[in-house]
C-alpha cells in the first residue's frame, strides 16, 4: 500500500478573509500579512524535499504556492500542479456575501442561526446542504456534490505515477475545506467550528483508500 505524506497549508490571508466574506470559488488577493505569511510558512518547511505540489486553480491558493516553493530549498519544484478539485466549496449565490449573513439565511429557517449552531447540532455536511437551499438559483455545493469533487483532487495526486511510497507532497488547502476534512477523517478530535489559521499547516496521510490526520493548523 503507498503512503503519500501531505503537506496540507491554508492560503495566505485575503482580502475577503479580512472582510469575514464567503470565499468559495470567488477570490480576493493575499493581503501583506498574507504573502508574508505564506513566506513564514515557506521558511518552516524549506529543508522538505516535495516530489510533488497541488493547489486550486484560485489564484490565493496558487500565489500562496509559489510564494512557499520559491522559500523551499530541498526541492526543484517552482510551481504547482492546479486543479479544480482542490477548490473550497462552491457557495452559490452567497459567494462574496458577508459571513454570518449567510450563513443566517441558510440556518434561521431550522432554528440554526450561525455556522456553529448548525454544525454543533448537526455536521458541515448538513451546513452545505442548508446552504444550497437557501440559495435562490440553488447552484451552491451541498455535501454530496462537494465531496463528488474534492475526492477526485486526492485521486488526482493517488494517481500520479511520479509518486512513489514515502513521497511528501505539498498541498495548498481552504479553510471550510480544512475543516470538512478534519470532520470527515479527524475522529471527533478537532472544533470544526473554528477555521483553521491562514498559513497554517496540517499533516495528512493519503493511503491507497483513505486519508490519515497526523496533526491539524500547527
Known amino acids: 500500500m503507498t503512503k503519500l505524506n501531505l503537506y496540507v497549508v491554508r492560503h495566505g490571508q485575503t482580502y475577503f478573509n479580512i472582510y469575514n466574506k464567503l470565499q468559495g470559488w470567488s477570490n480576493s488577493p493575499l493581503t501583506q500579512k498574507g504573502?508574508?505569511?505564506?513566506?513564514?510558512?515557506?521558511?518552516?518547511?524549506?529543508?522538505i524535499h516535495f516530489d510533488a505540489a497541488y493547489c486550486s486553480d484560485t489564484t490565493r491558493a496558487m500565489d500562496t504556492a509559489k510564494l512557499i516553493l520559491k522559500e523551499n530549498r530541498a526541492s526543484a519544484i517552482k510551481e504547482p500542479q492546479t486543479a479544480m478539485f482542490f477548490r473550497e466549496e462552491?457557495?452559490?449565490?452567497?459567494e462574496g456575501n458577508d459571513m454570518a449573513q449567510a450563513w443566517y439565511l441558510a440556518g434561521a429557517p431550522h432554528g440554526l442561526?450561525?455556522?456553529k449552531d448548525?454544525?454543533?447540532?448537526?455536521?458541515?455536511?448538513?451546513?452545505k446542504d442548508y446552504l444550497k437551499a437557501a440559495d435562490p438559483f440553488h447552484q451552491a455545493e451541498n455535501n454530496e456534490e462537494y465531496w463528488a469533487r474534492v475526492d477526485q483532487g486526492f485521486d488526482l495526486i493517488r494517481h500520479n505515477s511520479d509518486l512513489k511510497d514515502g513521497d511528501n507532497v505539498l498541498l495548498i488547502s481552504h479553510g471550510n475545506t480544512l475543516l470538512s476534512l478534519m470532520e470527515r477523517y479527524g475522529g471527533g478530535k478537532y472544533d470544526v467550528t473554528v477555521r483553521p489559521a491562514n498559513g497554517?499547516?496540517?499533516?495528512?496521510t493519503l493511503t491507497d483508500d483513505d486519508v490519515i490526520v497526523e496533526s491539524y493548523n500547527k
Open 200 to 204: 497554517s499547516l496540517t499533516n495528512l
Open 113 to 115: 442561526p450561525t455556522f
Open 90 to 94: 462552491f457557495y452559490g449565490y452567497y
Open 118 to 127: 448548525i454544525v454543533t447540532k448537526y455536521s458541515i455536511g448538513k451546513a
Open 35 to 47: 504573502i508574508d505569511g505564506a513566506v513564514t510558512t515557506g521558511k518552516r518547511l524549506a529543508d
